[in-house]
């Protein structure tokens, strides 16, 4: 371990699941730097609410224009004058993107780690996300426990959420929607469609004693009025909860239930048991990371064309079969296995 008081910048401005997969490197740093490490985070605005209870992250850069550069960009102006004064022991950029290039080149720091300096390409195909971030860790430093290097996140304390939320019994997370919910287009092929999440709740209810809260964010109400009238034991917290409230309710689930999102993400890091469904997108990559602490499972058809996302496959495709055909008793029995 190096002597404490020391100072570190993670560039990693992504989107929620993004952010939450580039934690893993949070544990192996304090290891090499001590308990006393300073961490500094440059995030997406509202993507930095991911850190409100995290005592780790002292200071988070919300940088809203990545693309603009830092003549022209005030918080990234911000980091580099900052850094000045005092410097980074480490820069470590977890984008493969040039659009940070510059704070790393012009902001004061005893190692720089990642680019414009360090072009490490990830493999979609065979790797997941969280295993990229550490390859790039790796140059620097390897000999961490690898058992904690993994996505790491704080929520708020459980009694605030049973004094806010109907959290009564045990009780099952199901995330109906991902940022391209409602889309018509290929961009929506990630999406399953509402009849079946529909089938799956009156499979839940019937199946189970379990009771079902319904999450996603306040840009996405308007598609879970397709599920009221809400049967005994369903709750619809959409749009009610913030980032540190959605991480708890998901520790203290029986299962998480999502599709690739950034819900599903939070869920792998903090939930003991996680459904990820894939039909078009990659599990082997955006799938929550899993590790000897959490039990995912994938729901998926594994037809011969997926996953096809990001490619003149999915863009060519009429009917995404790979979540129209996937079925709720597919998913609800992977939820029986669990042995809840």
């Not at 950034?262 to 990559?285: E, F, R």
Request: charged share 25%; glycine share 4%.
């Amino acid at each position: 371990m190096i002597k404490q008081n020391k100072k570190v910048l993670i560039i990693r401005c992504g989107l929620l699941g993004d952010t939450v997969d580039a934690t893993s490197v949070i544990q192996p740093l304090i290891e090499l730097y001590g308990p006393d490490l300073k961490i500094h985070w440059v995030s997406k605005p509202g993507i930095s609410d991911l850190f409100k209870y995290d005592n780790r992250i002292k200071k988070v850069y919300e940088l809203k224009h990545t693309k603009l550069p830092f003549i022209f960009n005030i918080p990234k102006l911000n980091i580099i004058i900052d850094s000045l004064f005092e410097p980074y022991d480490l820069i470590l950029n977890l984008e493969i993107g040039s659009k940070f290039n510059d704070i790393v080149k012009f902001s004061r720091a005893r190692n720089k780690l990642g680019m414009p300096y360090d072009y490490i390409k990830d493999d979609i195909f065979k790797e997941h996300r969280v295993d990229h971030q550490l390859r790039i860790l790796n140059k620097y430093f390897k000999k961490y426990n690898k058992d904690f290097a993994k996505p790491s996140i704080v929520g708020i304390n459980i009694e605030d959420i049973i004094k806010k939320f109907p959290i009564y019994g045990d009780y099952i997370v199901m995330c109906p929607t991902n940022s391209h919910v409602g889309n018509l287009n290929h961009r929506g092929y990630r999406s399953w469609p509402e009849d079946n999440w529909k089938g799956l709740i009156d499979s839940v209810l019937s199946e189970t004693e379990f009771s079902i809260m319904l999450v996603g964010n306040k840009n996405e109400k308007k598609f879970f009025n397709s599920f009221y009238p809400l049967k005994k034991r369903v709750y619809d917290l959409s749009g009610k909860t913030t980032i540190p409230e959605l991480i708890t309710i998901m520790k203290n689930s029986k299962c998480v239930v999502a599709t690739d999102s950034g819900s599903v993400h939070i869920a792998g890091a903090v939930a003991k048991n996680i459904i990820s469904i894939h039909g078009p997108t990659n599990s082997y990559q955006s799938a929550p990371y899993s590790t000897k602490y959490n039990n995912v499972k994938i729901a998926s058809l594994n037809l011969k064309c997926s996953p096809c996302y990001d490619t003149e496959v999915i863009k060519n495709c009429k009917k995404n079969i790979c979540m129209q055909d996937l079925s709720s008793e597919m998913v609800m029995s992977l939820i029986t296995d669990l042995s809840l």
